[in-house]
């Protein structure tokens, strides 16, 4: 069975570029889930995906972050313009429902912003 | 609020030593789970174990255990006869289920350091 797959790896973008984030989650997993991690420090979730719709994205900069997931698969996170304090590794995890509690991470997207 | 609290920052230790990795939380709610994921040097954050708040049972699995006291709020790790390859960062998490969606949240983690 296929990980969580996330591209890309590493990107390097000066303060105010803007930048975006694919996460293909495990086939048939219901919930899809962005967390942001900044060096030294736990996951902190930027958004919560049920399906398609939006469940909790209480902690996301809505100013400048936005992300989707067309057709409940596929999702994509952005940020526009970055922040040097964007810096961080994004990880995206994916899990069968909102009740399972085992969420399947993927290697995550490494931003550093200049 | 959920709260996480690994006081551990860092630990080192040489191989073979055991090695008991702590974590606090805090919650309102009677009903949550509790999770322990080992982040290795890859970045991919993976699961160890889930425990729900009603199963206070000590778990163990090969070198592991695990140590679940609601009465001090804790659900510590233990690592017997450690290795090598036990080197990673550990984040204890909590989840709760709040209007129907599970919130999980993180502590700071603990680097572990197995040193040959």
């Known amino acids: 069975e296929a990980g969580v797959a996330q591209s890309p790896r590493y990107k390097i973008i000066e303060k105010r570029q803007s930048v975006a984030f694919w996460c293909n989650p495990i086939?048939?997993?219901?919930?899809l889930y962005w967390y942001q991690q900044i060096l030294g420090q736990g996951p902190k979730l930027l958004i919560q995906?049920?399906?398609?719709?939006?469940?909790?994205d209480s902690q996301l900069p809505k100013d400048r972050f936005s992300a989707e997931r067309l057709k409940g698969v596929d999702s994509t996170l952005k940020i526009q313009p970055a922040k040097l304090e964007d810096s961080a590794v994004y990880l995206c995890a994916s899990s069968l429902g909102s009740y399972t509690g085992e969420l399947f991470f993927g290697e995550g997207s490494r931003l550093t912003v200049l | 609020a959920q709260k996480v609290t690994q006081a551990q920052t860092e630990i080192s230790v040489v191989e073979k030593e055991d090695v008991t990795l702590d974590c606090v939380y805090e919650?309102?709610?009677?009903?949550?789970?509790l999770f322990w994921y080992k982040q290795p040097p890859s970045g991919e954050l993976v699961f160890l174990i889930r425990r729900n708040s009603f199963d206070e049972q000590n778990e163990i699995s090969g070198r592991y255990s695990w140590n679940f006291q609601k009465s001090t709020s804790s659900f510590n790790f233990t690592i017997t006869a450690s290795q090598v390859v036990d080197s990673a960062v550990y984040f204890c998490a909590l989840s709760e289920v709040i209007q129907g969606a599970q919130k999980l949240v993180f502590g700071q983690g603990t680097r572990l350091t197995i040193n040959p």
């Open positions: 995906f049920q399906n398609n719709g939006v469940v909790d």
């Open positions: 086939s048939g997993h219901a919930t």
């Open positions: 919650t309102r709610d009677t009903t949550y789970y």
